[in-house]
């Protein structure tokens, strides 16, 4: 069996997977909270907390699993890209464990987990399709094969979760972002406010995001104080509206231009509410197959890690105690 273990930002995370990676038993997520007062993720704040947690989210896993670690037969890890810090705390609890029970290591890219949580999702895909990573740190597009992941184009500037985050902090909704300004938008009208959606050259694959922001922002300068309270509504959907249409419009040119048989969507932004039934009417139009993990296996999570463990390269004993992290 995998154990994996995920610490690549602000989620102390463990789980066990059976041998093929596509079945968890057990997928345990701490998700920090210390940060909320800050509106983001301080790094130095989600290393400590890592360092605290890791321990007893590990034992939880084996516990969930009712499985031990004389059980384990290769522990998966996140090593890059995300904080460097927080890297390190997962990947050295890795190591510890991997050596004491003389057990190979596999170092995954956290990219490529997001990409693998469609397996746990839905066993019977495979390769070749078109995937959406779409998250807080990433947006980018692959075309995904038996030999690997080709980048086809990506965010020039903010990630899609990001600018969702940003926006919510424009309109007083808090942190986390994403959630917030789903639940503002319900009820809003977004034909209400123009907001623009970049890059609309006709092979363009590439995302931006920091012209939504910045039409946002002259938005609410040019309302008074009360106007925005009683518009919020319909910003917030026309601005949770124009990133959910950069983001479907850029996936299904990419399965146009690729004549992809299928289509994954994965990261933190795949759990919003509005991505998915726009996704899903696409789908139903168009006849072709889509996956998209449930919310829980979208989000930063360890299941994901073991699941692209059997479609990476391990790294024997003991020559792994040299492998260090990398923030990119």
Not at 151 to 178: N, W
Not at 209 to 222: P, R, V
Not at 239 to 248: D, F, Q
Not at 274 to 290: D, I
């Amino acid at each position: 069996m995998i154990l994996a273990i995920e610490t690549s930002c602000d989620d102390t995370c463990a789980a066990v997977l059976e041998p093929d990676g596509r079945r968890a038993l057990s997928n345990v997520v701490h998700t920090q909270t210390e940060h909320s007062r800050y509106g983001g993720v301080v790094p130095e704040v989600a290393s400590r907390a890592h360092l605290e947690r890791l321990d007893g989210v590990v034992q939880k896993a084996l516990d969930d699993a009712d499985t031990g670690l004389d059980q384990i037969e290769r522990v998966a890890v996140t090593v890059r890209p995300g904080l460097i810090g927080a890297l390190l705390v997962g990947l050295s609890a890795a190591k510890g464990l991997a050596y004491a029970r003389r057990l190979p290591l596999v170092p995954v890219n956290h990219l490529e987990g997001h990409v693998a949580a469609a397996y746990l999702a839905d066993p019977t895909i495979e390769p070749p399709f078109v995937a959406l990573i779409a998250s807080g740190g990433h947006t980018a597009l692959y075309f995904v094969t038996e030999s690997g992941m080709t980048l086809l184009g990506q965010t020039l500037d903010d990630a899609a979760g990001e600018a969702l985050d940003k926006g919510a902090r424009m309109l007083g909704l808090g942190f986390p972002g994403g959630p917030a300004l789903s639940k503002a938008a319900r009820g809003g009208d977004p034909a209400r406010y123009d907001f623009p959606v970049a890059l609309k050259e006709k092979n363009s694959l590439d995302f931006s995001f920091s012209g939504l922001k910045t039409s946002l922002l002259y938005k609410l300068k040019a309302l008074d104080e009360g106007d925005i309270q009683e518009e919020l509504t319909h910003l917030a959907a026309g601005y949770e509206g124009a990133v959910v249409e950069a983001l479907t419009r850029k996936l299904l040119r990419a399965a146009d231009l690729h004549e992809a048989p299928a289509l994954v969507v994965a990261g933190g932004v795949a759990a919003n509410a509005l991505l998915r039934r726009r996704l899903m009417e696409e789908h139903e139009r168009r006849g072709m197959k889509l996956v998209i993990p449930p919310p829980e296996l979208c989000t930063d999570n360890a299941a994901m890690i073991g699941a692209a463990a059997p479609n990476t390269l391990a790294v024997p004993f003991p020559d792994y105690l040299g492998l260090n992290a990398r923030s990119v």
